[in-house]
């Protein structure tokens, strides 16, 4: 507890994780919704279909690819207070 107090245990990782699978979740949606609005009005949109496709394969690649450059930060301030921590003993 005197760590999370003293901001030394740092809990954004875990909140970046539950950002991600919102994220995913919601590309991936996203991607549903492109392709039933392709065919809603009478004729198939085939560029709406494959981008809502592309969409749904990529976009959630995109969203993990973004949360993992913001958990790198957090790595490193782990990484470089576990050298200080080696260095003063």
Same mark, same amino acid.
């Given at each position: ?10 809990? %954004?990782?875990? =909140?970046?994780? #539950? #950002? ?11 991607? =549903?919704?492109? =392709? /039933? %609005?392709? !065919?809603?009005?009478?004729? !198939?949109?085939?560029?709406?279909? #494959? ?5 749904? *394969?990529?976009?959630?690649? /995109?969203?993990?690819?973004? !949360? ?10 782990? %990484? *470089?207070?576990? =050298?200080?921590?080696? %260095?003063?003993?």
């Amino acid at each position: 507890m005197n760590d999370f107090l003293t901001f030394r245990r740092m809990i %954004t990782p875990v =909140i970046i994780q #539950i #950002i991600f699978w919102i994220g995913a979740i919601g590309v991936f949606v996203a991607g =549903i919704f492109m =392709i /039933a %609005t392709a !065919c809603s009005g009478g004729g !198939c949109d085939a560029t709406q279909i #494959i981008g809502g496709v592309v969409l749904m *394969i990529l976009g959630p690649l /995109a969203v993990r690819v973004w !949360c993992e450059t913001l958990i790198l930060f957090f790595r490193m301030n782990e %990484t *470089i207070t576990g =050298i200080q921590n080696n %260095t003063k003993k």
